[in-house]
């Protein structure tokens, strides 16, 4: 929908840390990630702090 209505903007995916060390370190999920060019933002969420943004 925001691609739709603001086609400028970078969308990113913000991914609590816990689950990006676990599910999104396989090898499956990051062939997706390169081939969908994903943005991600790992985050901390009881620091709630962001440890990584990844373009």
């Not at 603001?6 to 995916?13: A, G």
């Not at 609590?16 to 943005?39: A, C, E, G, H, W």
Request: aromatic letters at 12%.
């Amino acid at each position: 929908m925001l691609k739709e209505s603001e086609p400028d903007r970078t969308l990113y995916l913000g991914i609590p840390d816990d689950n990006y060390n676990s599910l999104f370190q396989t090898r499956f999920v990051q062939k997706i990630i390169i081939d969908y060019q994903l943005r991600l933002i790992i985050y901390q969420p009881i620091e709630e702090v962001i440890k990584q943004w990844i373009s």
